[in-house]
């Protein structure tokens, strides 16, 4: 049931977006692993483009907010207004009401605003002064980040990072890919094309599909196997913490599901391992200084190429 | 005389040569593997000896990929077959019975053979 779906939102996410159907795929299973993704990538790549494409293409409700760094905590979760009407105060939800919110250069946002974004991610909920209201269901959040950036931004902490499921990095495409780009920019870009190709109920029962996709008691094993030969990795300062093994878990679970399978197989850990712990991984200064070229991504490739799955 | 001598020696040569390549292909027969849990288990120990290559991460799938670059001769849509079935039982708990493993068992031949 699953992988039909999947078919049928990346021929909607096509209209508008071009040759980014791996990125797709990896938003689609971040979503259905209810997590939040990072994407990366030079402006002008085309993230904004498939966020947009990919929140109609489930008829969701989506929003974008530009991170700057004068912003508030309020200007994201909203805040207490006061009705003269009704003579109170009453509580106007922010931007992060919504299924998908575009967050645009989230370390733009000084900390204090990152934080409220990041806790609200987490919980699912926003709190401003003891009053609590539920978020959407379901609801992710797709911050992007310039890499090459350094000024005027409040790079996000470890512990921040490790909030966010995925980060998926948009690299440039290959110069046929983006001859397409640029032909079927030629015209207006029409959003009216792509159409909503699944309804709430049916994503909520997606989601609860993958949520049964079994796991074993050994696939456990070897998750939790991978995640401390990297926190033994002399190269590095930090390994991949618990959360980060249970989103990859879950990770495993949504792609094993897209697959049409009903069970996860070594192979779904493997290929998710990259995307889910390389951003939360931070080398060593003795590792970074002594051999270029090392990167947390090498770790992970060396780790899964050591450690024996059940077979 | 001298001729049927040599075509004497000729033909033990023959016999030799056609016994031992028999004996080869016999080596792994299908009784050592009674079920797709043993076949693959057959497979295990042929990879460990014909892919040193392998990291010892490696998956059923990678061995597949790895086989198949090489060039070996198997019937890779059954092999496939094989492969899911054994998935299911491995990984997914169902009971895995009346599944061919034959294209199992030649993969492994076909890896004996390269050592």
């Given amino acids: 049931m699953i992988s039909g779906i999947s078919g049928r939102i990346m021929d909607q996410t096509r209209k508008v977006v071009v040759g980014r159907e791996a990125e797709t795929r990896l938003i689609l299973e971040c979503f259905l692993a209810r997590g939040h993704v990072l994407l990366e990538g ?24 530009q991170f700057t760094p004068d912003m508030l905590p309020l200007d994201i979760i909203g805040g207490f207004v006061y009705n003269q009407a009704k003579n109170s105060f009453e509580f106007r939800r922010g931007p ?71 980060r998926i990095v948009f690299s440039y495409q290959p110069a046929e890919v983006e ?28 989601i609860g599909e993958v949520q049964k996709t079994r796991v074993t008691r050994e696939m456990l094993g070897y998750l939790v196997n991978l995640g401390q030969a990297m926190r033994s990795d002399p190269r590095l300062d930090l390994g991949p913490s618990p959360r980060a093994l249970v989103q990859l878990l879950h990770c495993a679970q949504a792609r094993a599901a897209l697959e049409g399978r009903s069970f996860i197989i ?11 712990l ?15 070229g090392t990167d947390p991504s090498k770790v992970i490739a060396e780790t899964i190429e050591k450690v024996e799955p059940p077979r | 005389m001298d001729w049927s001598i040599e075509l004497a020696g000729a033909n033990a040569a023959l016999y030799l040569a056609l016994s031992y390549q028999l004996v080869r292909a016999k080596r792994i027969k299908p009784s050592r593997a009674g079920s797709l849990r043993d076949a693959f288990g057959v497979l295990e120990k042929e990879v460990k000896k014909g892919m040193p290559s392998l990291p010892p991460g490696h998956t059923w799938r990678e061995v597949a990929a790895e086989a198949k670059r090489r060039g070996l001769r198997v019937d890779w849509v059954s092999f496939g ?24 068992l030649t993969l492994a031949r076909e890896l004996e053979r390269l050592k």
């Fill in chain 1, 96 to 166: 992060v009401f919504t299924n998908i919110l575009l967050a645009d250069e989230v370390n733009r946002a000084p900390p204090k605003v990152q934080s409220a974004l990041l806790e609200a991610m987490q919980e699912l909920q926003v709190t401003v002064e003891g009053y609590t209201e539920p978020l959407p269901n379901p609801m992710i959040v797709l911050g992007t980040e310039n890499p090459v950036e350094f000024q005027g931004v409040y790079p996000l902490p470890e512990g921040q990072l490790d909030r966010f499921t995925m």
């Fill in chain 1, 42 to 65: 030079v402006p002008g790549i085309s993230k904004t483009l498939l966020a947009r494409a990919f929140a109609k293409s489930l008829g969701l409700e989506f929003k974008r907010v």
């Fill in chain 1, 266 to 276: 070594p192979d779904d850990i493997k290929a998710r391992s990259d995307v889910v």
């Fill in chain 2, 81 to 104: 077959k094989s492969m899911e079935a054994y998935e299911e039982l491995r990984y997914g708990g169902s009971e895995g019975g009346g599944t061919d493993y034959r294209e199992v």
């Fill in chain 1, 179 to 206: 001859t397409d780009v640029l032909q079927r920019n030629l015209g207006d870009i029409d959003f009216g094309e792509v159409e909503p190709v699944v309804g709430l109920s049916e994503l909520r029962g997606m």
């Fill in chain 1, 278 to 292: 390389a951003h939360r991984l931070r080398l060593t200064r003795e590792a970074t200084l002594k051999t270029p």
